[in-house]
């Protein structure tokens, strides 16, 4: 999830189900960046199930072919092709090692604090997320209020708050010079307004998650 990087926040209901991934998983990939791939990507909490790419045919035919099938029907098939898939089974999840880290140094009530964990801890892991979080657009702010607000509102709710910050961020100007940095020139070096965490200001996140009267995304 790089949207951090190019000066957006985990949308398409990111906000909803990353705050809600086993301890602080949610935040670390949310901010960082972090890219699961494959299995660790039901590992993590994410998807449900973990079907081999070459099964993947298989699974839509068999799922095509029931006539009015019920949510247990479809939860029986699913099951059967996951448990039938063995690709990276024994693999351990990528993160498992940093497990205890990232939630002792993500379990923070600001990115502020969350800094100060990782400079203070100083271990290569660590050092490693600072350099790359000491990159990502200061409006990543919006990104950690998103998941704090989104752990207790409904999935409704949470698209809702995301169409709110889309069009925050179409207003802005980091969106499109993250886009330029890194998928247009490609220079990797965007030039973020504002420059700093500080100048993120609450008054500045308030008018990001405000309402939109009668423009808010109708569900």
Request: hydrophobic residues 40%; charged residues 30%.
């Amino acid at each position: 999830m790089p949207e951090t990087a190019i000066g957006l926040f985990p949308d398409v209901g990111g906000g909803y189900f990353l705050p809600r991934l086993p301890g602080k998983i949610g935040l670390f990939i949310a901010l960082t960046g972090f890219r699961l791939k494959g299995r660790d990507v039901q590992k993590a909490g994410i998807a449900t199930h973990f079907v081999d790419s070459e099964k993947i045919q298989f699974l839509e035919r068999d799922l095509l072919a029931m006539k009015c099938p019920s949510k247990e029907d479809i939860a029986d098939v699913l099951d059967a092709y996951h448990i039938k898939s063995d690709t990276a089974q024994d693999k351990p999840f990528v993160l498992a090692e940093h497990l205890d880290k990232i939630n002792r140094l993500f379990s923070v009530n600001s990115i502020e604090e969350l800094f100060e964990n990782l400079k203070r801890d100083d271990s290569p892991f660590a050092k490693h997320q600072l350099q790359i979080l000491s990159k990502m657009s200061p409006t990543s702010k919006i990104t950690f209020r998103q998941l704090k607000e989104g752990s207790s509102l409904t999935l409704q709710e949470a698209l809702r708050m995301e169409y709110r910050l889309s069009q925050a961020c179409m207003k802005g100007h980091d969106f499109y010079e993250g886009v330029r940095a890194v998928l247009i020139d490609k220079d990797q070096n965007p030039k973020w307004k504002p420059s700093s965490l500080e100048e993120v200001t609450n008054e500045y996140l308030d008018i990001c998650f405000a309402s939109l009267g009668s423009n808010d995304l109708k569900l």
